[in-house]
């Protein structure tokens, strides 16, 4: 069963900037369409941030323009960079397939505040 683990979340002030990685105990980034979803406290969770199989990437509005997302194959990792953060993008994150089929990791913290 692949492990799916998030990390790289903390606390950033408005404007500020994180990025988020995940790391997959398998090669699987190159052959699944992969996600980064977050959870908002009290809502449900939602996918922000695709990237496919060939490459190519796809983002809600409230995200494009600031957020970044990446893999590097070798590594097995995914990463999420995040730019001109605001309070709205305080959530829990996680990533998995964008048709999840993985169990869904612990997830990272991230808190934008002043």
């Known amino acids: 069963q692949v492990q799916l683990v998030e990390s790289g979340g903390g606390l950033v002030q408005p404007g500020g900037s994180l990025r988020l990685s995940c790391a997959a105990s398998?090669?699987?980034?190159?052959?699944?369409?992969m996600g980064w979803y977050r959870q908002a406290p009290g809502k449900q969770r939602d996918l922000v941030a695709v990237?496919?199989?060939?490459?190519?990437?796809n983002y809600v509005d409230s995200v494009k323009g600031r957020f970044i997302i990446s893999r590097d194959n070798a590594k097995s990792t995914m990463y999420l960079q995040m730019n001109s953060l605001k309070p709205e993008d305080t959530a829990v994150y996680y990533c998995?397939?964008?048709?999840?089929?993985?169990?869904w990791g612990q997830g990272t913290q991230v808190t934008v505040s002043s």
């Open positions: 998995n397939g964008i048709v999840p089929k993985w169990a």
């Open positions: 990237i496919s199989k060939s490459g190519s990437t």
């Open positions: 398998e090669t699987i980034f190159s052959i699944n369409d």
